[in-house]
């Protein structure tokens, strides 16, 4: 029976690295459906479901960070007996971030690689507006200035009156979220970012190197906030890289 925190995980026989993959705000596990027919045997795809969002969707949504990551750290102990790597987008950065360190914090072993990808160093100074708590026609604007919500999703009353509270959800984490100092993560960080994502500029990733006393990366790619799907392939080249050096 498929575990509901990873409900597409499917073992490889020859995989000796396990990916952990956390969604954007308003995603889901399936964004990264694909990548395991784009990635070698021997990295395990293992995307990480959250209450509230597609497969789970009958459950309650969680908008406070400190109780997500208490109930994600005893989901994911199982999942770490063999070496492992945390890729997260957006939200996803900061949740994988956060589990980082308190995974850290709580003496387990460190993901061999931590790839946040679009998303600000989480020491660099909120400048927008907060928008989780706007009245719904200026958060669908927002939405659609981001341009990852489709636009026949934007213009679907029926389909926005289930999408709308869960992406709401995500936005009252992502933008609530309170940085605290803790000790330096060890393990190698790689800040990927959009070339016209307009949200996050490359001074905003390369705030990510403040967080590690490992080695430190930052790569640029076509597209904007979304580049991880309009620029899929190039970016899956350069992770399997990253990934296989650690074998």
Known sequence: MPDIWFPYYRPRPQARLRLFCFHYAGGGAAVFRSWSEMLPAQIDICALQLPGHESRLTEDLITDFPQ????????????????????????????????ARTLNKSGHQLPVHLFVSGRRGPQ??????????????????KLRELEGTP???LQHRELLEILLPVIRADFTLSETYTYQAQPLLSCPLSAYGGLQDNDVTRADLAAWQLETSGPFVQRMFPGNHFFLNSARA??????????????
Do not use: C, W
């Open 124 to 141: 660099v100074e909120r400048r927008d507006p907060l928008t989780y708590n706007l009245p719904d026609p200026e958060f669908i604007v």
């Open 68 to 99: 997500l990551i208490e109930k994600l750290l005893p989901a994911f102990l199982p999942y770490l007996d063999m070496p492992y790597a945390f890729f997260g987008h957006s939200l996803g950065a900061g949740i994988s971030f956060e589990l």
């Open 234 to 247: 190039n970016l899956l080249q350069i992770l399997k890289q990253e990934l296989l050096a650690h074998l």
């Open 151 to 153: 636009e026949e999703v």
